[in-house]
Antibody, heavy 121, light 108 residues
Framework: QLRLQESGPRLVKPSETLSLTCNVSGGSIRSSSHYWGWIRQPPGKGLEWIGSVYYSGSTYYKPSLKSRVTLSVDTSKNQFSLKLNSVTAADTALYYC?????????????WGQGILVTVSS | SYVLTQPPSVSVAPGQTARITCGGNAIGTKNVHWYQQKPGQAPVLVVYDDDDRPSGIPERFSGSNSGNTATLTITRVEAGDEADYYCQVWDSRSDYVIFGGGTRLTVL
């Protein structure tokens, strides 16, 4: 059974960089059929896709976040990572990592449990 | 940019049928996916590619998609179906993933 687990600092200061890692177990991140993505959910609000990365390092991002986001993958550790710079209180959210298909469907079939990140001084 | 519109809330009595809509321009030309999210839990995929169900999802959950509206239908609603439901598509033109705003299903 595939498992995804987010990790990283839960408190980040304004203007600094939020860094999270998603560890994948029970399967390989080198899947030729899947992307690995990040989705966030501000408290009490809906889901927002941030971006996704392929095991080769190919990425695509939500346009409005693209200038602040960097996604990367470490196949040797079976992990992928999110960096979001210049954070503000508006970036406070529950951050999920998840897997989706490479092709036109792109549904998220496995999700991590989420990690709450608060932006505050 | 492409927008998906969902009603904020839907209420239904136990045993009845709930229908949750997701509106978008020509959404019938896209693959629509639906997620169920219960309080304190990660979302769970309940319908994908308009009308397919992942293994383990009850047959009570079904979907349809045509024109400008996709619909998630839950028959014989149970108290355990009370949750937030989100629709999602991939906009191939802009190459990004979009979620609807979510619908809270209340079982009366």
């Amino acid at each position: 059974q595939l498992r995804l687990q987010e990790s990283g600092p839960r408190l980040v200061k304004p203007s600094e960089t939020l860094s999270l890692t998603c560890n994948v177990s029970g399967g390989s991140i080198r899947s030729s059929s899947h992307y690995w993505g990040w989705i966030r959910q501000p408290p009490g609000k809906g889901l927002e896709w941030i971006g996704s990365v392929y095991y080769s390092g190919s990425t695509y991002y939500k346009p409005s976040l693209k200038s602040r986001v960097t996604l990367s993958v470490d196949t040797s550790k079976n992990q992928f990572s999110l960096k979001l710079n210049s954070v503000t209180a508006a970036d406070t959210a529950l951050y999920y990592c998840a897997r989706h298909l490479l092709y036109t469907s792109r549904q998220f079939d496995y999700w991590g449990q989420g990690i709450l990140v608060t932006v505050s001084s | 940019s492409y927008v998906l519109t969902q009603p904020p809330s839907v209420s239904v009595a136990p045993g009845q049928t709930a229908r949750i809509t997701c509106g978008g321009n020509a959404i019938g030309t896209k693959n629509v996916h639906w997620y169920q999210q219960k309080p304190g839990q990660a979302p769970v995929l309940v319908v994908y590619d308009d009308d397919d169900r992942p293994s383990g999802i009850p047959e009570r959950f079904s979907g349809s998609n045509s024109g400008n509206t996709a619909t998630l239908t839950i028959t014989r609603v149970e108290a355990g179906d009370e949750a937030d439901y989100y629709c999602q598509v991939w906009d191939s033109r802009s190459d990004y993933v979009i979620f609807g705003g979510g619908t809270r299903l209340t079982v009366l």
